[in-house]
T-cell receptor
């Protein structure tokens, strides 16, 4: 029962361009959404989050958009840098449960 | 460095065996969460402890159990191991019982042969 889905396993983007990572969810009761970044041999690191009562949250080069009617979440990285190359997980939480997507591997090409 | 430590880093064992994974949360954090990441899968939430008490349960098998000790470190016990239990096991910690931003340890890679 995959309640949070990341349908693109990988994404390649040119340095300086925009990276857009997508995430879909099924449970309308989720009240908080997060993005984590993971490098090899390390645990996930928190990147940015958004409450279900908002539709946008921005932090420097990272912006998360939430479309509740479509049950869709996206992470925009502008401009993309080679150091952004990592696996990105979206996550959702509600009712003391935590659900993660399967991750999207982002490669930023110099 | 998130401040969350996990030991051991790697563990190789045989089917039917029992192992214990250990997690020390960040200083001051009261909540510990355990996750399993199998190959090509997302992180599956297993269980959460807050200040020594179980707070939430996810997809944790009956063969698995966990506890949180008075010094707030936590242990995840996996018994009657099967090949399919081979995975990365992460723990995460937060200050409060419902903080959404979790700080993850580096994980323990378990291989069951």
């Amino acid at each position: 029962d995959q309640q949070v889905k990341q349908n693109s396993p990988s994404l390649s983007v040119q340095e300086g361009r925009i990276s857009i990572l997508n995430c879909d969810y099924t449970n309308s009761m989720f009240d908080y959404f997060l993005w984590y970044k993971k490098y090899p041999a390390e645990g996930p690191t928190f990147l940015i989050s958004i409450s279900s009562i908002k539709d946008k949250n921005e932090d420097g080069r990272f912006t998360v958009f939430l479309n509740k009617s479509a049950k869709h979440l996206s992470l925009h990285i502008v401009p993309s840098q080679p150091g952004d190359s990592a696996v990105y997980f979206c996550a959702a939480t509600g009712s003391n449960q935590f659900y993660f997507g399967t991750g999207t591997s982002l490669t930023v090409i110099p | 460095d998130s401040g969350v430590t996990q030991t051991p880093k790697h563990l190789i064992t045989a089917t039917g065996q029992r192992v214990t994974l250990r997690c020390s949360p960040r200083s001051g954090d009261l909540s510990v969460y355990w996750y399993q990441q199998s190959l090509d899968q997302g992180l599956q939430f297993l269980i959460q402890y807050y200040n020594g008490e179980e707070r939430a349960k996810g997809n944790i098998l009956e063969r698995f159990s966990a506890q949180q000790f008075p010094d707030l470190h936590s242990e995840l016990n996996l018994s009657s191991l099967e090949l399919g239990d081979s995975a990365l096991y992460f723990c995460a910690s937060t200050r409060s019982r419902s903080s959404e931003t979790q700080y993850f340890g580096p994980g323990t890679r378990l291989l069951v042969l």
